[in-house]
C-alpha cells in the first residue's frame, strides 16, 4: 500500500517504516535540467554552496560566522581580493566507499562551496583575523574609527 497516490508517480513507500517515506516532489528534477547547461565546476560548488553565514556589525569590527561542521582549518581559506572582497572558500571531501559497505541513506553534502562579500570602506583589511573552533569559522575585520565632525558653538550677537 502506497501513502503516495499512484497519479503523482511510481513510488512505493512501506507504512511501517519511517525512513523509507518517500515524499512526492513537484520540483523534483527541476534543479537538475536546469543545471544541464551549467559547467561542471560551477555545479560543483553549487553542491555544497548552501555553507551558512553571518555577518553582523559591532561598533568595532564586522564579525563573519560560517556553519562548517566537519571540516578542518586546514580545509579552508579566506582571502581578502583587491577591491574589498573577502572569500571564504573549502571542499568537503566525500567519504570513502568501501566495496563491502551498503549505504541506506547519504544526506551530508560535499564539494566545494565559495562565499564573497563586499567589504564597506570603513574595513581595515589588512588586519583581518580568522579562527575556527568547533566547526564554526569567525572572521574578524575592524573597522576604522569613524571621524566624528567637528561642532563650533556660533556665539549670537544682538
Not at 581580493?81 to 551498503?102: A, P, V, W
Amino acid at each position: 500500500m502506497s501513502l503516495i497516490p499512484s497519479f503523482l508517480g511510481n513510488r512505493r513507500t512501506n507504512v511501517f517504516d519511517p525512513f523509507s517515506l518517500d515524499i512526492w516532489d513537484p520540483f523534483d528534477g527541476f534543479l537538475t535540467s536546469a543545471l544541464t547547461n551549467v559547467p561542471a565546476s560551477a555545479r560543483e560548488t553549487s553542491q555544497f554552496a548552501n555553507a551558512r553565514i553571518d555577518w553582523k556589525e559591532t561598533p568595532e569590527a564586522h564579525v563573519f560566522k560560517a556553519d562548517l561542521p566537519g571540516l578542518k582549518k586546514e580545509e579552508v581559506k579566506v582571502e581578502v581580493e583587491e577591491g574589498r572582497i573577502l572569500q571564504i572558500s573549502g571542499e568537503r571531501s566525500k567519504e570513502q566507499e568501501e566495496k563491502n559497505d551498503k549505504w541506506h541513506r547519504i544526506e551530508r553534502s560535499s564539494g566545494k562551496f565559495l562565499r564573497r562579500f563586499r567589504l564597506p570602506d570603513n574595513a581595515k583589511v589588512e588586519q583581518v583575523k580568522a579562527s575556527m573552533e568547533n566547526g564554526v569559522l569567525t572572521v574578524t575585520v575592524p573597522k576604522e574609527e569613524e571621524k566624528k565632525p567637528e561642532v563650533k558653538a556660533i556665539d549670537i550677537s544682538g
